[in-house]
Structure formats: C-alpha cells, structure tokens
C-alpha cells in the first residue's frame, strides 16, 4: 500500500458517505412534502389555521390584554422588585 492508494481509498470512501447522505436528504424531504401535501380535513390538518379556523385565532383571548407597543422593563412584577430593592 503506497500513500497515494492509501489516500486514494480515503477520497473513495468520503464520496461514498457524501453521496448517501445526500440521497438520505433527498428521500427525507421528498418523504416530508408528500405528508405536507396530503388532503386536509379535519383529522388531517396541515396548519394551526385548518384545525381552530381563523376566526377564533382573530380575537384577542382576553378583551383586557394589552395591545401595542409595551414596555418590557415596566412589568409590575419588575417594579415591585425595583420597590423592593431600593426600599
């Protein structure tokens, strides 16, 4: 065995996993599209949106929750903290 076979076999064998990892991709996408584009219905619901409806997903769950733009850092539980820690 002379360096170049040595190296040779090595290239060999790195095509070799290169191109099966390729078809194990290929078969794993092809395999995910088919399910994805399956008939929906009810038992066979592709989206959120096909399962709840969209009208639901519309509405605020509660008619109090703030909407807009909100201040992350001035939560009540943050300002209690602040309170707490400079009282």
Same mark, same amino acid.
């Given at each position: ?6 190296? +040779?076999?090595?290239?060999? +064998? =790195?095509? =070799?996993? +290169?191109?099966? $990892? ?7 996408? $092809? ?5 994805? $584009?399956?008939?929906?219905? =009810? ?15 519309? *509405? ?11 201040? *992350? ?8 903290? +602040? *309170?707490?820690?400079?009282?």
């Amino acid at each position: 065995m002379t360096v170049l076979g040595l190296l +040779a076999r090595f290239v060999f +064998a =790195i095509g =070799i996993i +290169a191109v099966s $990892l390729l078809l194990v991709f290929i078969v794993w996408t $092809l395999l995910a599209d088919r399910v994805k $584009l399956r008939r929906g219905g =009810i038992n066979g619901a592709r989206t959120l949106d096909e399962r709840v409806g969209t009208a639901r997903l519309t *509405q605020p769950f509660d008619r109090d929750a703030p909407c807009g733009r909100v201040d *992350q850092l001035r939560t009540p539980e943050l300002l209690e903290a +602040a *309170q707490r820690k400079s009282g």
